[in-house]
C-alpha cells in the first residue's frame, strides 16, 4: 500500500529546494487537517464574533493551516523544518491572542519553547546533513541503516540501493534524465560533475540542482564524533528534542497546559489535536526512519512514553480547570503514542513483526485528533457563554443541553478507551504490542511494570474525563441562581421545551440520540431562517432579547460539532472497515515490518485489558476523585479543590531559572564585566604603559647623564675656598679706592660736590666671584668636558697631521 | 573604452559631493536646498545605472584600469571581477534608496548640503574599496573611507557625536596601520611583485614557506587591523557609539557600506592576497576565527542587555558581522560563498531594520524600546517591514537570513569534516562545531533582542502586564493606554520612507525563498578563490 498520488519537487526553493509527497500516511493526515480546520472554523465564526481581533486571529489560523499541511507533506527533512518553523510562529498568534498578562506569558513559554526546539532540531539536521549529505527523508532511513548496521563509508551494493531510493525518488519528479548512478567502490551513489557549474560543484546523484553549491563531501564522519554512529546518535537526538518540544513529550511538556487554557478554544483544539501531531510526524520520521531497528532508541522513546502518558494523565487528574485538564490529557495521550513508536522500534529490533504496534500508535494519531478538536469545542461552547474555565464556576453548565452532552459524551468515551468507540481499538493495539513484545523477551518484572503503567494510566484516562463529564454535565451548580441562568442558556430547541414550556418536565423531550440530534438540526435550520428574515434594525432588539434566554450554541456550531463527535463511535463500531484501512493506509510510513493479520478487538484477551482500565478508572475516580480532591464549601456542598501544589512546576522551578536566571547571569556577568571592565582596563593599562615608556624613552638621554655624572664624570666636591681669596679685586680695588680719595682731596677739586660711589673694590669683588662661578660652570659642564675632549682631539690631529707632514 | 569606464563611478560622486561643499553657502543663501537633492538623487541613480551596465557589461572577462602610479609598483588600478562586481552591485542597489530615505530623515536639519555632500563622496568611496583592483588601491580607499564619513558622525554637532568621532577615528586610524603592515608584507613576498588580486593568493609559496609564521603573524595583525572597520571584538566599540549619528548614516555606512567595507578587505586580502593554501589549518586560521565567534556570542548577549533602539540594532551588527568573518575565516570556498550570502543578506535585513527605528525616531521621536507598545498598530507598513526583517535576522526560513545560517553552518561543518584527518589539531578538530552551536545561540539572542520589539509593537498588552508586575496602575488606565495606542492615526511616514523599505523586505523574501541564482554565482567566486 505504499502508493505515492503527488510528489512535487521545487527546486531552489529556500536555496535547498522543496520536496512535497502525498503518500498515504500523508494523505490522511491532510484529511485529518482539513476536517479539523473546517470544523474549527466553523466554531470560530461565533466564538470570535465579539472579539476585535478577528482580522488577525483569521490571517493566522489559515497560515498555520497551510504550514501544517506543508509539515505533513514534506518529504525531505529540510522542508519539513521550514514549514515546522512557519507554523510555530503562526501559531504564537493564536496564543497570544487574547493581550491578557496570563496569556503574553503563555504565549512566552510556547514560544521560547518552539524557537530553542527549532534551533536544537536544526544542530541535529545539520549533523545529519554533514553526515548524509541529504536530508530526504526516504534516503536517510537507507544510509542510517548502513551506518547502523556497521556498513558505512557505503559499500558498493548499498550505494545501489541507496540509488535506488534515490532514483524512485527522482523518476517520480520527473527528473530522470539528470540521474547518474555510478555503482562502483565506494560512496560512489554520489557522482562529481566539474566544470558545468564551477569546479567544486557536486551533484548528489543529480538530485536537487541546488545542493550543487554546496559541495560537501558526504560519506566521512564528523571529526568531531569518534564514529558515524555516534554522530548519527547525536543528531537523532537533537532532532528528537526539537520534535518532542513540539509534541509535548515530557519533559518538555510545559508549554501545553499553559498555552492551551490561554488560547481561543477553536485554537486549542488544533494546537492539541494537529499541531502536537507534527511533532510525532518527526518523531516517527527519526524513530522509525533512521533507528528503526535500534534497540536502545526503541527503549528511549518507550521510556519517554511511558512517562510522558502518566505524567499527563497525573496531573490531569489533578487539574480542576476544564482546558487544563484537557491540555493534560494530551500529554498523556501523546505519551500512548510515543509508547507504540518505541514498541514499533523495539519489535523490529528483535525481529519480530511490529504492526500492532505501529498500527495502534497511527491509529492512536488520528484518533486523538478527532478526540480533542471535539472536546476543546465543546470546552470553547463553556468558555464562550461564561468567560469561565474553573470546574467549581462551570458546574452544572451543561446540563439540559443534549446537543453539547452528546458531543462531550462521544469525546469522553472515545479518549476513555470504551469498547465499540475507536479510542478502545488504538489502545487495544498499542497494548497488545507491549504484550506482544513481553512474551517475546520473557516477560521480565519490567515489561510487566511497563503494562501495569500502560493500564493505569488508562484508568486514570476514565477517571479525569469522569471528573469533567459528572462536574459539566450531572452535578448542579453550588450556586442555584447560577444553575438557573444556565439552564435557561439551553438551545432554541431546548428552551422550548425545557425553560418556557414550564422546564422541569425533562421526561417529555428525553429521546434518542440520533432523533434529538436531527429535531436539532431542524431546529436549527428554522432559527437560521428566522435569524435572516429579520429586518436589521430588530437584530439589535433580538439579541437583547437573547441575552435574556441566551443560546449558548449557534445551530451552525452546534451542527459543525455533533457532526464532528459522531464520527467517534461511527469509526469504532466499524473498526474493521473504516480504521483498518486507514492503518493499512499509513503504516508504511512507520517501515512496518510482518503482515497485517486482523484483529479480533472485541475478543475477550483484549477487552480485558479495557475492562482492567475502566474499572482502575471507576475505582480512583470515587476514591481519589470524590474522596480526595473534593472538599466541603462550608455551605454543605462539595467542591473540587485545587490540591497541586503551586510550586511544583517544571517551568517555574527549573526552566526559567535556568534560562532567565543562570543564563544571563553567566553570559550577562562574562559580557558585562568584559565590556565595563576589561576593555577599559586593557586600554588604561595600554596607555599608562605606552606613556611610560615614551617618557621613559623620551627622557633617555637625561637619565645618560646622570648616569654619566654619577660615574664617570663624577664631581668632586667643591673645595672650600678662603673667603678672603678675591686678592686681585682687593689689590686692584684698593688702589682704585685710595686713587679716588686722593683725586677727592685735590685742593681744586675740594669745592665740588663729587657724587657718592660705591667703593670699587666691592664692585670688582662681586665681578671677580661672578667671573669665577662662570669659570666653574664651565669647568663642570659636560660641555666643558666636550670641548676639552675636542681641543685634545685637534691638538692630537694636529699632532698627527704635523707629524705625517713633518715626517 | 569599457576599462576606462571603471574610474567614472568612482569619482563621478565624489567630485560632486567636493562640488557641492564648495557651493553649500551658495546653496543655503538662495534656499536651492531641494533642487540639490533632486539632483544629488539623479547623479546617485545615473552612478548606480552605471555601475549596473559596467557589471552586465563585465561578462566573464575582468578588464582592469591603471589609474597611475604612486611609486614602482605600487599602482591605483581598477578591476571588475565577480567579488568586486557582487559588492559594487550591492553597494549601488542600496545608495539610491537610500538617499531617498534621507530626504525625509533629513527634511528639517540645518546643514543639508553638507551631509549630502559627505553623503556622496562615501559612495564614491566605497565603490573605490569594491572595485579596487589590487591591495594598495583598497587601503587607499579603505583610509579615505574614514574621512569622508567621520563628518557624517559628527553631523549631529554635540558632545557625545563629538566623542564618537574621535573614538571612530581613533580606532579607524589605528587599524589601518596595522593594516598597512599587511600590505608592506604582501607587497615584499609577492609572487608577482605588484599586489594585484589573484584568486587563491599571490604569496610566492617558497618566500612564504621560508617566513611561515611572520606571514602568519602579520596576516593576524592585518586581520584585526581592518577587523576595525568589521567591529571585531575587541575593536567593536566605535559602533555602539557611532549610532548617535542620523539614522541614514548609520543604517548604510554603520549597517553596510563602511562595515561591509571592512569585511569585505578581509575577504579580499584573505582570498586573494594571502591565500588559503598558506593559512588553511594553522594557527593564524583559529585565532581570527575565535575572534570572529567571541564577537557573536558578546554582542548577541549585549544587545539583549541594551534599551537604546539603534544602539541594540548596532550591537546586532557587531554580532552578525563576525558571522562573514567567520565564514571568512573558514578558508574554503564554501566559508567564502556563506560569507558573501550573509553579507547581502545582512546588508538588506539591517538597513531594513535601521531604516524602521529611523522612521520611528523621526515620526514619533521615541528613542527607547519600552516607548514602543502599539506601534504595529500605529505604523503598520513600517512595522511589518520590521517584522519581516527581523524573523530574517533570526534565521527563520522563507528569509534571507535563513539562507545565508544554513549556509554558515553547512560551510563549517564541513570544514569540521574536513579537519577531522588531524590537519588542524585539535583545536580545529573542535572550533567549527563550537561556530555552529555558537551561531545557534546567537539566533535564539537574535530572537529574543528581536521579537520583542516585534511583540511589544504588535501586542500592546505587555504594558498591562508591566503595570500588574509593578503592582501600580489599575488595568482600567492601562487599557485606556492600549487603547489609545490603536486608536491614534495612522502614522506612516510618506513615500520617501516606506518605499526603501518595501522594496529591502521583498528582496528579503524573494532571496529567502528563491536563493539559487545568487547562490550559485556566489559558489563560482568561492569556487574560483577558495
Redesign the interface.
Known amino acids: 500500500m505504499n502508493q505515492v498520488w503527488m510528489d512535487v519537487v521545487i527546486?531552489?526553493?529556500?536555496?535547498?529546494g522543496m520536496h512535497l509527497k502525498l503518500d498515504g500516511f500523508r494523505l490522511v493526515y491532510c484529511v485529518v487537517a482539513v476536517l479539523m480546520w473546517t470544523v474549527s472554523g466553523i466554531f470560530s465564526r461565533e466564538y470570535m464574533a465579539h472579539y476585535a481581533n478577528r482580522k488577525r486571529y483569521y490571517i493566522f489560523f489559515w497560515a498555520t493551516f497551510a504550514a501544517t499541511v506543508g509539515v505533513f507533506l514534506s518529504a525531505n527533512l529540510f522542508t519539513t523544518?521550514?514549514?515546522f518553523?512557519?507554523m510555530s510562529?503562526t501559531s504564537y498568534v493564536w496564543v497570544?491572542f487574547?493581550?491578557?498578562?496570563a496569556?503574553?506569558?503563555a504565549?512566552e513559554t510556547y514560544?521560547a519553547v518552539a524557537?530553542?526546539g527549532g534551533?536544537?532540531m536544526?544542530?541535529g539536521l545539520?549533523?545529519l546533513?554533514?553526515l548524509f549529505g541529504t536530508l530526504e527523508i526516504e534516503e536517510i532511513s537507507v544510509l542510517a541503516d548502513a551506518v547502523m548496521s556497521g556498513n558505512w563509508p557505503l559499500q558498493a551494493s548499498d550505494a545501489l540501493s541507496v540509488a535506488a531510493a534515490e532514483g524512485a525518488a527522482v523518476s517520480a519528479a520527473g527528473q530522470t534524465a539528470a540521474l547518474v548512478p555510478q555503482p562502483q567502490g565506494a560512496v560512489t551513489a554520489y557522482s562529481v560533475i566539474g566544470g558545468a557549474?564551477?569546479?567544486?560543484?557536486v551533484w548528489i546523484a543529480g538530485k536537487l540542482?541546488?545542493l550543487?553549491?554546496?559541495?560537501?563531501?558526504p560519506g566521512?564522519?564528523?571529526?568531531?564524533f569518534p564514529t558515524a554512529k555516534a554522530q548519527l546518535y547525536t543528531a537523532g537526538a537533537l532532532m528528537l528534542f526539537g520534535f518532542g518540544a513540539k509534541a509535548g513529550c515530557f519533559p518538555l511538556h510545559i508549554w501545553l497546559p499553559k498555552a492551551h487554557p490561554e488560547a481561543p478554544a477553536p485554537a486549542s483544539a488544533l494546537l492539541s489535536g494537529i499541531l502536537t501531531k507534527t511533532g510525532v510526524f518527526g518523531i516517527i520520521v527519526v524513530s522509525c526512519g533512521l533507528f528503526g531497528a535500534d534497540h536502545s532508541w526503541g527503549l528511549l522513546i518507550a521510556v519517554l512514553g511511558l512517562i510522558t502518558m502518566f505524567v499527563g494523565a497525573f496531573l490531569a487528574v489533578f487539574s480542576i480547570n476544564l482546558k487544563r485538564t484537557l491540555a493534560c490529557s494530551s500529554i498523556s495521550q501523546i505519551g500512548f503514542i510515543l509508547t507504540g513508536i518505541g514498541m514499533a522500534c523495539l519489535l523490529r529490533s528483535i525481529g519480530e513483526g511490529n504492526t500492532l504496534a505501529v498500527r495502534g500508535a497511527f491509529l492512536h494519531m488520528v484518533n486523538h485528533s478527532l478526540f480533542k478538536l471535539v472536546l476543546f469545542l465543546c470546552a470553547g461552547a463553556v468558555y464562550m457563554n461564561l468567560h469561565k474555565l474553573d470546574l467549581n464556576e462551570i458546574r452544572g453548565f451543561g446540563r439540559k443541553k443534549p446537543a453539547l452532552m452528546f458531543a462531550f459524551l462521544m469525546g469522553a468515551l472515545g479518549i476513555g478507551g470504551i469498547p465499540l468507540w475507536n479510542g478502545y481499538v488504538s489502545k487495544t493495539l498499542i497494548h497488545e504490542s507491549i504484550v506482544e513484545y513481553m512474551e517475546a523477551v520473557g516477560g521480565p518484572w519490567a515489561w510487566r511494570l511497563a503494562e501495569w503503567v500502560f493500564l493505569f494510566t488508562g484508568g486514570m484516562t476514565v477517571a479525569y474525563m469522569l471528573k469533567l463529564f459528572v462536574a459539566v454535565f450531572v452535578e448542579k451548580n453550588a450556586d442555584p441562581k447560577l444553575q438557573e441562568q444556565y439552564d435557561g442558556m439551553g438551545s432554541e430547541f431546548a428552551r422550548k421545551h425545557f425553560s418556557s414550556g414550564n422546564g422541569k418536565d425533562a421526561k417529555t423531550v428525553r429521546k434518542g440520540k440520533g432523533s434529538e440530534a436531527k429535531d436539532h438540526k431542524g431546529a436549527a435550520k428554522n432559527s437560521a431562517a428566522m435569524e435572516y428574515q429579520k429586518p436589521i434594525e430588530k437584530l439589535h432588539a433580538s439579541e437583547a432579547a437573547n441575552d435574556a434566554h441566551h443560546v449558548y450554541m449557534r445551530p451552525e456550531t452546534t451542527a459543525a460539532l455533533v457532526i464532528a463527535a459522531a464520527i467517534l463511535p461511527v469509526l469504532g463500531l466499524t473498526a474493521h472497515l473504516s480504521m483498518d484501512r486507514i492503518a493499512d493506509l499509513g503504516q508504511e510510513f512507520f517501515h512496518v515490518q510482518g503482515h497485517a493479520h486482523t484483529v479480533a478487538y472485541l475478543s475477550p484477551a483484549n477487552l480485558k485489558g479495557g475492562a482492567i482500565s475502566i474499572c482502575i478508572g471507576v475505582i480512583l475516580y470515587f476514591a481519589v476523585i470524590r474522596g480526595l480532591l473534593m472538599e466541603p464549601d462550608g455551605a454543605g456542598n462539595r467542591r473540587y479543590a485545587d490540591r497541586w501544589p503551586s510550586w511544583l512546576d517544571l517551568e517555574n522551578l527549573i526552566y526559567r531559572p535556568i534560562l532567565q536566571v543562570a543564563l544571563?547571569a553567566v553570559?550577562?556577568t562574562v559580557?558585562?564585566f568584559?565590556?565595563r571592565y576589561?576593555?577599559p582596563a586593557?586600554t588604561t593599562a595600554f596607555l599608562t604603559v605606552s606613556t611610560f615608556v615614551g617618557r621613559v624613552m623620551d627622557s633617555g638621554v637625561d637619565w645618560l647623564v646622570r648616569i654619566a655624572r654619577l660615574t664617570t664624570h663624577k664631581q668632586v666636591p667643591a673645595v672650600k675656598e678662603p673667603h678672603d681669596s678675591d686678592l686681585a679685586a682687593h689689590v686692584i680695588g684698593g688702589v682704585i679706592d685710595a686713587a679716588r680719595a686722593f683725586r677727592s682731596r685735590l685742593p681744586w677739586k675740594r669745592r665740588e660736590k663729587l657724587p657718592v660711589r660705591e667703593p670699587a673694590t666691592a664692585r670688582l669683588v662681586r665681578r671677580e666671584e661672578q667671573f669665577k662661578g662662570n669659570m666653574h660652570l664651565i669647568q663642570e659642564s659636560f660641555s666643558y668636558g666636550l670641548m676639552l675632549v675636542c681641543v685634545g682631539l685637534c691638538v692630537t690631529l694636529i699632532y698627527l697631521i704635523w707629524g705625517f707632514l713633518g715626517w | 573604452m569599457y576599462d576606462r569606464l571603471l574610474a567614472v563611478p568612482v569619482f563621478l560622486p565624489i567630485v560632486a559631493g567636493v562640488a557641492l561643499l564648495a557651493m553649500n553657502g551658495w546653496i543655503r543663501r538662495e534656499k536651492r536646498e531641494r533642487t540639490m537633492q533632486w539632483l544629488v538623487e539623479a547623479l546617485v541613480l545615473i552612478n548606480s545605472l552605471l555601475v549596473a551596465w559596467l557589471i552586465a557589461g563585465c561578462g566573464g572577462r575582468s578588464g582592469s584600469l591603471v589609474l597611475f602610479r604612486l611609486y614602482g609598483q605600487l599602482t591605483v588600478m581598477f578591476r571588475m571581477d565577480r567579488m568586486g562586481s557582487f559588492f559594487a552591485g550591492l553597494v549601488a542597489f542600496l545608495w539610491p534608496l537610500a538617499t531617498l530615505y534621507a530626504f525625509e530623515y533629513m527634511e528639517h536639519d540645518e546643514r543639508r548640503p553638507a551631509f549630502f555632500a559627505f553623503y556622496t563622496i562615501s559612495y564614491g568611496v566605497t565603490l573605490g574599496v569594491a572595485l579596487a583592483g589590487n591591495l594598495v588601491t583598497m587601503y587607499v580607499f579603505y583610509e579615505m573611507l574614514t574621512f569622508a564619513t567621520f563628518p557624517l558622525v559628527m553631523h549631529p554637532m554635540t558632545t557625545e557625536a563629538a566623542r564618537a568621532t574621535r573614538q571612530y577615528l581613533y580606532y579607524s586610524i589605528g587599524g589601518a596601520a596595522f593594516a598597512f603592515i599587511g600590505l608592506v608584507t604582501v607587497l615584499a613576498y609577492s609572487a608577482t611583485g605588484t599586489t594585484g588580486f589573484v584568486p587563491g593568493g599571490m604569496l610566492d609559496p617558497a618566500a612564504a614557506a621560508e617566513h611561515r609564521n611572520l606571514i602568519l603573524f602579520v596576516y593576524v595583525l592585518a586581520f584585526f587591523g581592518f577587523g576595525v572597520k568589521a567591529a571585531v571584538f575587541p575593536l567593536h566599540d566605535w559602533l555602539p557609539k557611532a549610532a548617535v549619528a542620523p539614522t541614514p548614516v548609520t543604517a548604510l555606512l554603520h549597517a553596510v557600506a563602511v562595515v561591509k567595507s571592512g569585511a569585505f578587505a578581509v575577504l579580499r586580502f584573505t582570498y586573494f592576497s594571502f591565500g588559503t593554501a598558506l593559512l588553511r589549518g594553522t594557527w593564524a586560521q583559529w585565532i581570527v576565527m575565535a575572534a570572529a565567534l567571541v564577537t557573536i556570542t558578546y554582542a548577541s548577549t549585549m544587545a539583549v542587555k541594551e534599551v537604546h533602539f539603534k544602539r541594540r540594532l548596532a550591537y546586532s551588527t557587531i554580532s552578525n558581522l563576525s558571522y562573514i568573518l567567520f565564514g571568512a575565516s573558514m578558508m574554503s570556498p564554501l566559508g567564502l560563498a556563506a560569507a558573501l550570502i550573509h553579507l547581502l543578506a545582512h546588508a538588506f535585513m539591517k538597513i531594513s531594520a535601521f531604516f524602521c527605528a529611523g522612521a520611528v525616531m523621526h515620526h514619533t521621536g521615541k528613542n527607547y524600546i519600552y516607548e514602543l507598545d502599539g506601534m504595529g498598530y500605529r505604523m503598520p507598513v513600517t512595522f511589518a517591514c520590521f517584522t519581516v526583517s527581523s524573523l530574517s535576522l533570526m534565521g527563520i526560513p522563507l528569509f534571507a537570513g535563513f539562507i545565508s545560517k544554513w549556509s554558515l553552518c553547512e560551510a563549517a561543518l564541513s570544514l569540521g569534516n574536513e579537519m577531522g584527518g588531524g590537519a588542524g589539531g585539535a583545536v580545529g578538530r573542535v572550533l567549527p562545531y563550537i561556530g555552529v552551536a555558537v551561531i545557534l545561540y546567537s539566533a535564539l539572542m537574535t530572537g529574543i533582542y528581536m521579537l520583542s520589539v516585534v511583540v511589544r509593537a504588535y501586542f500592546p498588552g505587555v504594558v498591562q502586564q508591566m503595570k500588574e508586575a509593578v503592582g501600580g496602575g489599575s488595568d482600567g488606565k492601562a487599557a485606556v493606554i492600549v487603547s489609545q495606542g490603536k486608536s491614534e492615526a495612522n502614522q506612516d511616514p510618506s513615500w520617501l520612507m516606506l518605499l526603501p523599505l518595501v522594496i529591502f523586505a521583498v528582496v528579503i523574501v524573494a532571496v529567502g525563498i528563491h536563493a539559487g541564482p545568487v547562490l550559485r554565482f556566489l559558489a563560482l567566486i568561492g569556487g574560483e578563490a577558495g
Open positions: 527546486p531552489g526553493f529556500c536555496g535547498m523544518f521550514i514549514f518553523e512557519i510562529f497570544a487574547d493581550e491578557r498578562s496569556s503574553l506569558k504565549a514560544l524557537v530553542i534551533m536544537v536544526l544542530m545539520f549533523l546533513y554533514d557549474d564551477g569546479p567544486t560543484s540542482p541546488e550543487a553549491w554546496s559541495g560537501s563531501t566521512t564522519p564528523g571529526s568531531f544571563p553570559f550577562g559580557f558585562g568584559l565590556d576589561l576593555v586593557a
